[in-house]
């Protein structure tokens, strides 16, 4: 059964810093891993998402990388504003026969940017 | 365009009634999931609907929840004689579905289910 695993679960950093926030699953066959953003009594907003063929997507600040043989994933969020304050989940989606399958999330990283 | 929206954003709900929380996905998206999140937890798979079609309901916690989406459009999910624990924020998710690549899954805002 996949297991989707989030390091740190909380980090507070300085405004301007770079940080970076760690994913690994225990499967690697998966069609696709994505990193979203959830705000406190939001929904889940889709940042990144990286195909399995895929080594790194990037938007704005944000960089994702996929090392599907070791089941990890990072995302790099450059020069960290205040209004980067949320969750970020990570989920994957495995490969089953029937070709549509759930994500499978982890339990998220909690980060606070203070000004 | 119009995103996923679900109804109610908040239900408070006595032990022992029913409740029923409706999603309705973007429009022309094939595939509907259901999600329910646990405070301080990630989304976990409920059920999951392919036009009316339920395809995998092995989420479903137990018996007393129930899913539909009769018309392969507006989706409903249904919990019977609710207990605390159902207390979560419900999330609906659809996505267009083609078989190739993969599509993503786009989110409603949830509703927050307390059970007291």
């Known amino acids: 059964k996949q297991e989707v695993t989030q390091i740190p679960a909380a980090l507070s950093v300085p405004e301007g810093e770079n940080l970076v926030l760690n994913c690994s699953f225990t499967d690697s066959a998966i069609y696709n891993l994505q990193w979203f953003r959830q705000d406190p009594g939001k929904g889940l907003t889709s940042l990144l998402l990286?195909?399995?063929?895929?080594r790194e997507q990037t938007s704005g600040r944000l960089n994702a990388s996929l090392d599907k043989s070791s089941g990890r994933s990072t995302l790099y969020i450059a020069a960290s504003q205040p209004g980067d304050s949320a969750t970020y989940l990570c989920a994957v989606r495995d490969i089953t026969g029937s070709g549509n399958t759930p994500l499978v999330f982890g339990k998220g990283t909690r980060l606070s940017v203070i000004a | 365009g119009a995103g996923v929206s679900q109804s109610p954003r908040y239900k408070v709900a006595k032990r022992g009634q029913d409740v029923a929380l409706r999603c309705d996905p973007i429009s022309g998206h094939v595939s509907l999931f259901w999600y329910q999140q646990a405070l301080g937890q990630g989304p976990e798979f409920l059920t999951y609907f392919q036009n009316e079609a339920q395809l995998d309901k092995s989420g479903l916690p137990s018996d007393r929840f129930f899913a539909e989406r009769p018309e392969g459009s507006v989706s409903t999910l249904k919990i019977q004689r609710t207990q605390q624990e159902d207390s979560a924020v419900y999330l609906c998710?659809?996505?267009?579905?083609?078989?190739?690549?993969?599509?993503?899954?786009?989110f409603g805002p949830g509703t927050r289910l307390t059970v007291l």
């Open positions: 990286i195909q399995s063929s895929q």
């Open positions: 998710a659809s996505s267009l579905e083609t078989p190739f690549p993969i599509n993503e899954q786009f």
